[in-house]
């Protein structure tokens, strides 16, 4: 019996290392190494002494004016999660979960942008609203709109929303899927029984739809405040942050301070508050939406 045991142990062990390997080097190591440079103070040069400094990365970090100009745009950019793209992705998944005709070529339409890739669709918004040549600007001078045009990605405040705006318009098709896969456990006959009692077209979505799909709305929040705090690759191919850190994201503040200043201590910091913000705000969203028996 005891052979059979360990024999069975082995066999889990075997089959769990290679996942904690990975989790060990990939995640475990790089978050615990940042936590340690965070209260040092480093160039970057290898083999160079990483000088202890306390905390004094963290009271700078917190004393930076683009830091909390990043958070801002953070925050922005949750208010275009949670005002914007969570209504544009149900509304799209009631589509394609739908018995109207052409659900199926609707659903590869949606989810078209998500395939393309984060780059490939900055570049192509990135031309689209070039203030010179750009498609909106030379539609709005076909339409005699010409005071309307504007340096769209150059001009503060407005650029993020550009970007926000894009940001949305990619992950719509990623988030009605969540959606989606929400709203096809919700059994028929709820549908049907709420028919018979009068129940139809809005209020089935409001009364059955909308309180039923309670698990897609928390895993939406939570991936739309995480994803928000760690935005980089989608904000650095349209502005690279600018100009003058107008437009600036954590992730890319971050970033600069590291490559670009050579300031590791302090965009480990950076780093680390963000995880600590992501750790807070995920475990508020599961508070919000905690399940009531």
Excluded: H
């Amino acid at each position: 019996m005891r052979a059979k045991k360990r024999k069975d142990l082995i066999i889990i062990v075997m089959f769990l290392l290679p996942a904690i390997v990975i989790f060990a080097c990939f995640i475990a190591y790089p978050v615990g190494d940042t936590i340690f440079l965070s209260f040092r103070k480093w160039k970057g040069i290898y083999g160079a002494s990483r000088e202890w400094v306390g905390i004094s990365n963290f009271t700078k970090v917190l004393a930076d004016k683009d830091f909390w100009k990043s958070l801002l745009n953070s925050f922005y950019f949750m208010i275009g999660g949670f005002v914007i793209l969570m209504p544009l992705s149900f509304g799209l998944a009631l589509i394609i979960t739908s018995k109207i005709k052409g659900a199926k070529l609707m659903k590869t339409a949606y989810f078209m942008p998500v395939m393309l890739g984060t780059t490939a669709v900055a570049l192509m918004w990135v031309y689209i609203l070039n203030p010179s040549y750009g498609a909106v600007n030379e539609i709005l001078r076909f339409v005699g709109l010409d005071k309307v045009t504007k340096d769209w990605l150059s001009t503060p405040t407005l650029n993020i929303w550009c970007v926000i705006l894009v940001n949305e318009w990619m992950f719509a098709g990623y988030n009605m899927l969540i959606f989606a896969a929400g709203l096809v456990s919700i059994p028929g006959d709820l549908y049907e029984a709420a028919q018979l009692d009068g129940c139809t077209g809005w209020k089935k979505i409001r009364y059955i739809s909308i309180p039923l799909s309670k698990e897609s709305f928390k895993i939406f929040s939570i991936l739309c405040v995480t994803g928000c705090l760690k935005a980089f690759d989608i904000v650095w191919a349209m502005t690279k942050g600018g100009p003058n850190r107008s437009s600036e994201m954590p992730a890319t503040l971050l970033y600069n301070e590291a490559f670009t200043y050579k300031n590791f201590g302090k965009s480990s910091a950076i780093g680390v508050i963000l995880l600590v913000l992501g750790i807070v705000l995920s475990l508020g969203m599961n508070q919000i939406f905690r399940r009531k028996e």
